[in-house]
């Protein structure tokens, strides 16, 4: 897929493991890599990892006028970077081609699913609003960057605090992180991205493609939802036909609350309006498992508290040593 | 900060090294070699580092650094290198070898091809060739030898797996092959290392040949013993 030439011995092996039902590194079809979540000293930096992908993702905030069209809402803002390591696997242009793809999808995913709660972002309508940003890195690539992405992203966003602000008429005061506990962003729902890489004109079907399984795809299919089965996202890229997919369009908008924010489609693969519905309960059963795991895994900790207990040590350690020096 | 790095230490580019036993460079019997990664300045008579890795002497006055390597800095003539076809031309192949250009592969250069019966190559075709390169003109691929005899060279079956290794992976694998001895008691494979870090393999099942990509990953990434590599693939082959 847009890429470098490929053997032809590349392609043919991984369709005959297909056949045969084997994966490069012994998984079954239908499961991910191992997923290791990091969260790092600052808050909102978190690093992602599934299997040997990693992406790398900081957070800042910063106060900024509101849009004209939504004076009450804060802005949100996400931008993917690339490695290196990727440059071996496409041709010249067109990494920044897909990265500008899987970036906007990406946002479609996190802003457009109404996910961050953006009127609690405001301080000060038609005025000052929060505005945060989401910077990702990918710092290693074995397939699948959107996944790997879109989680860092949100283990980000539910790390991150932001000032607390006091608004008098309209003054505006921030204070400082030792004056009043920064406050968590408001996040209704984690919509977790997950992909299915295509082979075979969409008669095979994998999940999180390694590398190796990624150069050969003939598309990717992508579904973002959260643990209750509401659907954030379906994207496609490569070659899926306008027709039937309008089809399985059909029989997902009746059985789901939330109205679908992005469908973006290229070209012609065929997938089946039972092949989609067969996706979507994939994605369900491993979506409710990612976010079991997101929500214990470190985000109950209360970090202020460490924080405020470090800062009280130094004053410690410092009084100690003024008077260390006062009794020579 | 210009600490003098000994041999066996760590060097980054541009750190200065002190080799051991220098002889004195008006001495005419003795010449030191410098492998990759090491540069000779006559001015100032120092040797400076072009790379990361360890130092390394192999044998007295042999010098290199060990380190992964790129394609631009290893590849020399008559190395063996696996390459893929990018486009056919009216006499001649476009090779892609992970070098900065694409190596040049004439038709007539493979065995028993003449003006009338050129082979069959194409576009994502492997191909197994020795390499002629200078750093000036296009590399160029030949997959005969001199008496015109293909000795396992040509296009690699398309029922095998590329993959890529580091480059100094694959020329301790081409120069010390205990490991792939050591596996073909086990099971009968096919095996093609190129010096550009590719490596094609064949073998009669598919399980056995993502068992077999598996234990020289293993091996390409860490340098653990051959029975821990042997275990390896026993369980890769069950599971």
């Known amino acids: ?328 | 900060m210009d600490i003098e790095r000994q041999i066996d230490e760590f060097v980054l580019p541009g750190d200065p090294i002190a080799l051991s036993t220098l002889p004195s460079p008006l001495d005419a019997c003795h010449s030191i070699v410098l492998g990759p990664g090491l540069h000779y300045d006559k001015d100032t008579n120092a040797f400076t580092s072009h790379g990361c890795g360890l130092v390394r002497e192999p044998s007295s006055l042999i010098y290199y650094v060990d380190g992964h390597r790129s394609a631009a800095s290893s590849l020399s003539t008559d190395d063996l290198i696996l390459g893929i076809v990018v486009r056919r031309q009216l006499e001649s192949l476009l090779v892609d070898i992970g070098y900065n250009e694409l190596a040049s592969l004439s038709l007539y250069d493979f065995e028993g091809s003449t003006k009338r019966t050129k082979p069959n190559v194409d576009r994502g075709d492997v191909i197994y060739g020795r390499l002629k390169i200078d750093g000036e003109c296009q590399p160029q691929i030949t997959c005969v030898n001199e008496d015109g005899k293909a000795d396992g060279m040509g296009v690699l079956h398309e029922n095998g797996y590329l993959f890529s290794i580091p480059i100094d992976v694959a020329n301790d694998l081409i120069h010390h092959d205990n490991l792939l001895q050591e596996l073909g008691n086990e099971i009968p494979y096919e095996i093609a290392i190129g010096a550009n870090g590719r490596v094609w393999i064949k073998a009669t099942t598919t399980r056995t040949m993502i068992a077999l990509r598996k234990v020289i990953l293993e091996r390409a990434k860490n340098k653990i013993d051959i029975n821990q590599l042997k275990t390896l693939f026993q369980q890769s082959l069950v599971s």
């Open chain 1, 1 to 328: 897929m847009a890429s470098k030439v490929i053997g032809k011995c590349e392609e043919k092996f991984i369709i005959r493991c297909l056949r045969d039902r084997q994966r490069l590194d012994h998984r079954l079809p239908f499961v991910t890599r191992d997923i290791k979540i990091e969260f790092r000293e600052e808050y909102g930096s978190a690093v992602v990892s599934l299997g040997l992908t990693k992406v790398l993702a900081q957070t800042c905030c910063k106060i900024v006028k509101p849009k004209e069209t939504r004076p009450n809402e804060g802005r949100l803002r996400l931008q993917l970077k690339n490695s290196h390591n990727m440059v071996f696997n496409f041709e010249t242009g067109r990494q920044t081609q897909w990265t500008t793809l899987m970036s906007r999808h990406l946002l479609q995913n996190i802003r457009d699913s109404g996910c961050v709660d953006m009127e609690s972002l405001c301080i000060l309508a038609y005025e000052h609003v929060w505005e945060i940003s989401v910077n990702l890195h990918v710092v290693d690539y074995d397939g699948n960057i959107l996944d790997c992405a879109n989680l860092a992203a949100l283990c980000a966003l539910a790390h991150f605090r932001y000032p607390a602000v006091t608004v008098t008429g309209t003054d505006v005061h921030v204070h400082s992180l030792t004056e009043r506990n920064p406050q968590p962003i408001r996040i209704l729902h984690y919509p977790i991205m997950i992909s299915f890489a295509l082979f075979e004109n969409g008669e095979y079907m994998l999940i999180d493609a390694c590398e190796a399984e990624e150069k050969v795809m003939e598309g990717l299919f992508a579904i973002g939802m959260n643990q209750h089965k509401e659907l954030s996202t379906l994207a496609m890229f490569g070659e899926i036909s306008e027709e039937k997919v309008m089809e399985g369009l059909f029989a997902i908008g009746m059985n789901q609350h939330k109205e679908l924010s992005t469908l973006a489609m290229f070209g012609e693969i065929c997938l089946t309006r039972d092949q989609i519905e067969n996706c979507i309960s994939l994605a369900h059963n491993l979506v409710r498992d990612i976010t079991k795991e997101m929500r214990t895994h470190n985000l109950v900790r209360d970090i202020t508290k460490e924080m405020r207990s470090t800062l009280e040590k130094n004053r410690e350690e410092q009084l100690q040593m003024i008077q260390a020096i006062n009794h020579r």
